[in-house]
């Protein structure tokens, strides 16, 4: 491979204009086809396989017109203090707001609080219920607009109005924290080169990959039922990839540069060696992404697909597009040690005998690995002791801050009508197949009624048929907790028995009963996905490497760095460690997806860092130094650059801590610790630890498995028979094709 990509970097680096056509030229394919792209319509939403699933197609099958699925609103009022909203003048400000939320073009149905018995106890809180036709995800922002503003002008008479439910929900911005974490690996990649020219390369070609794999997403997203979620993932790991691989690619020619070869030779070795661990690298994230299929939800495995199609744009361009634009930039990119005369150019080096920081560190790791492999491990396993405690749900109005509409109505509604009532179940009784649904429909509202933590039960509505039947119910506790779950639980295990004695099945679904289903898919589907990652990636790094042992080293490393970060998580979100540093509201559970996320995108990541930085030390072993030396060959090489990309990643991530949404912030914090344990703890002081208690250990390959895996080169030994003379400039095209 090795061979192959060593031509295809001179190739791209002599047909330059060639090369930037084509990419050019894509670029505008794509945005031309997100430019005239249909709108794209509602997207579906499902979790095939759930219980609470089943009931809503149930439902839409013997309640035609109902929107099982669909969006839901209430619209708070509290009347001022010492007023009741009974009050003649509050009442009439109510039936016109109602009245006006009626309007809307996917608005079901709108409840009267004075006619559906919506009005607390004491008199001082009313709600209406707005059902819509689609989903949150799919209601368009003129719904939402007109939603507020009549709780606007509810608020405007005298009233306290606050807005929850899942109508409200927006896809979040990230613009800013994009611009910013841009910005900052900016910074980080003029430190790194010297030059802003150099650093520029990648930060240009990742933004040029990232556009044309959300302009692609957006083309086709009318067509293949894509959400607007979907070119977020591709967004921000499509950047994150797209600097990392092109930052190797030009970190290797400046190297290649300062060993004196030729531009044109410099510019196809870099691809030919770091180019190989980007193939590698690449195809890591790319199992990773593509695994997310394991979970079965069709939302997420879209988005890791099309995630997985950015990654793969940002290989093809660090491979083709990088020399291409390295042979623009001339000799106005330096070899390393040199910078341009704006940094310090031309000036004598203060030390110019003293070893890199890397090498420094390096060689301190080779003379005492045992201390610094146990100091890693033990810190790593000591920030992984809170991930014993880790609780996982989906969050809700709840968890929302307090500055929130959403999280105000939740409050209220708590306040007037209990804290069960933000989390309803609905139960849905099929007795199509009992002789007396009448009676099927009795036997589950009593038994559900004699239940702990049940608050209220509201009598069976059956459909026009009769065959079929949805009970409400209230629990005692609130939405998040143990307690509720267990409600959900319960009543499944009581439908065997009622099933058995009435031939009628019962559901459980409603928003809580699906986060709960949605919850334990997730955790499910974990292992699994695990196991399909991590393993294929294994086999992967062995043909890789050709070694045993460094494959599972990098496996298990990822793995403590994971369960270091879950630790941290639970912490700060969970228990409320450092909650006000990090402006954490209300802590709760963990979000379901943050495992799955972070074993798919931290995965990706850690084995670029893994693949880069090893395989400078493999190259540097196969090509005769003694494994203690080679340890410190690659940190010598690649310490620099592995931790500006570690430190690129984390600031983009971090960016992401600053959002008001719960799920975001958690989410930014996550992949940020994880980086950072994962590429400081583990890739630069567990690693080469472990590599130097090994020694040559470390590459220790079965001789019945060294002549079945096939040889990919990854370390560029391949590239010392070819030279400048051996391969002619007139004949390189032609032997291109041949490879």
């Known amino acids: ?29 794509a945005g031309v086809g997100a430019a005239s792209a249909p709108a794209p319509g509602t997207t579906s939403f499902s979790i095939p396989g759930t219980e609470a699933q089943k009931a809503f197609d149930l439902l839409e099958q013997r309640f035609p017109g109902m929107s099982a699925d669909g969006a839901t609103a209430r619209v708070v ?13 509050h009442k009439a400000t109510v039936e016109k707001t109602v009245h006006e939320l009626s309007d809307g073009s996917e608005v079901a149905s709108v409840a009267d609080p004075y006619t559906g018995n919506a009005v607390s106890k004491d008199g001082t809180i009313a709600y209406s219920s707005v059902k819509y036709k689609v989903s949150g995800m799919e209601l368009e922002d003129a719904d939402k607009d007109a939603l507020k503003g009549a709780a606007q002008h509810a608020r405007d008479a005298g009233l306290t109005v606050e807005v929850g439910g899942d109508a409200l929900t927006a896809v979040p911005e990230t613009g800013s924290t994009e611009v910013i974490g841009i910005a900052i690996a900016a910074v980080v990649l003029v430190i790194t080169f010297g030059s802003l020219l150099a650093a520029g390369l990648p930060l240009l070609t990742a933004l040029i990959g990232v556009g044309i794999g959300v302009s692609s997403i957006t083309a086709l997203a009318s067509v293949l039922d894509l959400g607007s979620t979907t070119s977020t993932l591709a967004t921000m790991i499509g950047l994150a990839v797209g600097i990392d691989y092109a930052l190797f690619i030009v970190s290797r020619y400046r190297a290649e ?38 979970v079965n939800i069709p939302m997420l495995t879209k988005m890791g697909v099309a995630a997985a199609g950015t990654v793969a744009i940002a290989v093809l361009i660090a491979l083709t597009l990088i020399p291409a634009l390295l042979g ?67 969050p809700d109005d709840g968890s929302q801050p307090t500055s929130t509409t959403q999280r105000r109505a939740y409050d209220l509604l708590s306040e007037g009508f209990g804290a069960g009532f933000n989390g309803p179940l609905m139960v849905v009784v099929d007795a199509g197949g009992s002789d007396d649904p009448k009676a099927a429909f009795s036997r589950v509202h009593d038994e559900i009624k004699g239940m702990d933590d049940v608050a209220t ?134 979000m379901s997806m943050m495992p799955i996320f972070m074993v798919g995108v931290v995965f990706g990541l850690a084995m ?49 801590i600053g959002s008001s949404e719960a799920m975001i912030k958690m989410i930014g914090f996550g992949l940020a610790i994880a980086v950072f344990f994962d590429a400081f703890v583990v890739r630069m002081a567990i690693v080469p630890a472990v590599l130097a208690l090994l020694g040559k250990r470390a590459w220790w390959l079965p001789k019945w498995l060294d002549r079945v895996l096939p040889n990919v080169d990854v370390e560029g030994e391949g590239l010392r028979t070819v030279s400048d003379g051996h391969v002619r400039d007139g004949d390189e095209d032609k032997e291109l094709v041949r490879a």
């Open 1 to 29: 491979m090795a061979t192959f990509l060593y031509k295809l970097g001179r190739l791209a680096f002599r047909r330059r204009h060639f090369v930037a056509l084509i990419w050019v030229a894509l670029l505008t394919l």
């Open 77 to 89: 009022f509290k009347a001022p203090a010492g007023e009741k909203m009974t009050d003649a003048d």
């Open 257 to 294: 540069l300062a060993e004196g070869r030729e531009r044109e030779q410099a510019a196809g070795r870099a691809v030919g060696t770091a180019g190989s661990a980007v193939v590698f690298a690449g195809l890591t994230v790319v199992i990773a992404l593509v695994g997310l299929s394991v």
């Open 328 to 394: 623009y930039a001339g000799r106005k990119v330096k070899p390393t040690g040199e910078r341009s005369r704006l940094f310090g150019g031309g000036r004598p080096p203060k030390n110019p005998g003293r070893p890199n920081m890397g090498t420094r560190w390096a060689s301190f790791v080779v003379r005492r690995p045992l201390a610094v492999l146990l100091l890693g491990v033990v810190g790593l396993g000591a920030a992984a002791v809170p991930a014993a405690s880790l609780e996982l749900g989906l």
């Open 457 to 590: 039960v509201t009598p069976a509505t059956a459909n026009k048929a009769g065959d079929t039947a949805t009970i409400t119910v209230i629990p005692d506790s609130k939405p998040s907790s143990a307690t509720t779950e267990d409600l959900v639980h319960s009543i499944r295990d009581a439908g065997d028995g009622i099933t058995s004695a009435t031939d009628a099945t019962i559901y459980v679904t409603g928003s809580t009963a699906m986060n709960i289903d949605v919850s334990q898919k997730l955790n499910d589907a974990l292992l699994p996905y695990l196991t399909l990652v991590v393993g294929l990636a294994f086999l992967l790094l062995i043909v890789v490497f050709r070694s045993i042992l460094v494959p599972l080293k990098a496996a298990l490393g990822f793995l403590l760095s994971v369960l270091a970060a879950l630790g941290a998580v639970v912490a700060v979100f969970q228990w409320g460690w450092l909650s006000g540093l990090m402006g954490v509201e209300e802590t709760g559970p963990v």
């Open 608 to 656: 670029d860092y893994e693949v880069f930085l090893v395989t400078r030390m493999r190259e540097a072993h196969v090509h005769g130094e003694k494994p203690s030396q080679a340890v410190v060959t690659g940190f010598r090489h690649g310490a620099r650059v592995v931790t500006a990309a570690a430190v690129i990643m984390i600031a983009v991530f971090s960016g992401f």
